[in-house]
């Protein structure tokens, strides 16, 4: 491969973003290993990864299954997504939340695509900017499972003004269930009581999400 056709020569010329997903790769894997080159080793991980859609959730023991990724590189593979996820989260953290667009937007990029339902409470200021967030549990939602005490616990510990709740439907299919329902009503009381506003719970969805404000059932 001539160098002006090398990711790194590349990236330095015309810019990181111009680089194709196996270039990208490519330059973060760096080499290639005997009668192995990094370019087919970078080609294996985009197929594996199915476009890098699962990359997120792969392990190292599973990246080490693609020929020529030991466990040095694949080490270098996860670093490099934790520094990602690590940036994101350090910029949704400076914007504010304004409307249910900007919670599916945080959402995604603080958990990626999730196979199991996330049910997280996320503290807001009174400039509506982010406090801390609190996963509170993992699975099918159930009011059983939703224990007040925590998260009006936290809110007053965080000295929030709001909580906003939100949750996952690995489905994709946003509409609110009995439980959904039944567990932000009970929620919404309580919070009333205690002088703590609850803004919304916004259920998401790939690219889509179902607002309970929006469709006036925090009343």
């Given amino acids: 491969m001539e160098n002006k056709q090398r990711p790194r020569e590349k990236a330095l010329c015309q810019g990181?973003?111009?680089?194709?997903?196996?270039?990208?790769?490519?330059?973060?894997?760096?080499?290639?290993?005997?009668?192995?080159?990094?370019?087919?080793?970078?080609?294996?991980?985009?197929?594996?990864?199915?476009?890098?859609?699962r990359l997120p959730d792969m392990s190292i023991s599973e990246l080490m299954e693609i020929e020529g990724i030991r466990e040095a590189k694949a080490l270098q593979i996860v670093a490099a997504l934790e520094l990602s996820k690590r940036a994101m989260?350090?910029?949704?953290?400076?914007?504010s939340i304004h409307n249910?667009?900007?919670v599916t937007i945080w959402f995604e990029m603080?958990?990626?695509?999730?196979?199991?339902?996330?049910?997280?409470c996320i503290y807001l200021?009174?400039?509506?900017?982010?406090?801390?967030?609190?996963?509170?549990?993992?699975?099918?939602?159930?009011?059983s499972l939703v224990h007040p005490r925590e998260i009006f616990k936290e809110a007053f510990l965080q000295n929030a003004h709001s909580i906003l709740l939100v949750h996952?439907?690995?489905?994709?299919?946003?509409?609110?269930?009995?439980?959904?329902?039944?567990?932000?009503k009970r929620l919404v009381k309580i919070a009333n009581t205690m002088g703590i506003q609850i803004t919304d719970h916004?259920?998401?969805?790939?690219?889509?999400?179902?607002?309970?404000?929006?469709?006036?059932m925090l009343d």
């Fill in 16 to 53: 990181i973003h111009t680089l194709s997903d196996a270039e990208l790769a490519a330059l973060i894997i760096s080499s290639g290993v005997k009668q192995r080159p990094v370019e087919q080793i970078a080609h294996d991980l985009v197929k594996k990864s199915q476009g890098f859609s």
């Fill in 100 to 102: 249910p667009n900007d």
């Fill in 89 to 95: 989260r350090a910029r949704s953290y400076a914007f």
């Fill in 202 to 216: 916004i259920i998401v969805g790939r690219n889509q999400h179902y607002s309970f404000k929006e469709h006036h």
């Fill in 125 to 143: 200021n009174t400039k509506g900017k982010i406090i801390t967030h609190k996963v509170l549990f993992k699975g099918s939602l159930n009011e």
């Fill in 168 to 184: 996952n439907h690995p489905s994709n299919d946003v509409t609110p269930s009995s439980a959904d329902l039944t567990t932000t």
């Fill in 110 to 120: 603080e958990f990626g695509i999730l196979q199991q339902e996330h049910f997280v």
